[in-house]
């Protein structure tokens, strides 16, 4: 299992746009499983569930990404899982290689917001 967490500032939705578009271009086998957003209060939450092929291991990766925004804060948190071989699971290579395809354009995000 591999994990991410950033906290940025932006336009939500137009961050939410470009993640999917992100993802999908960094991977060709990339798929969005689910997505779901829900306001509660004056905090808005987009879940969206993505999984890829990893050739390497012969195996399916997913990637959760939780990201909550309330007012200009942005909080993103991933986390990756599958794509290891064998009972002890200590190959995460897949799940450390998917992770990369979402931390590539957030941190490109981050960069642009601050120009």
Known sequence: MASYHQCLTGDFHDFIGYLEQSLKDG?????????????????????????RYSLLNN????????ILHYQEKIELFAITAGGSTGLLRIDGYGEDTF??????PVEDYIRFQND
């Open 59 to 66: 195996s399916w990766v997913s990637m959760n990404i939780t």
């Open 27 to 51: 991977s060709s086998s990339l798929e969005i499983v689910d997505k779901q957003n829900t306001i509660i209060n004056d905090v808005e939450c987009f879940i969206l569930i993505c999984e």
């Open 99 to 104: 992770l990369r395809t979402l931390i590539e």
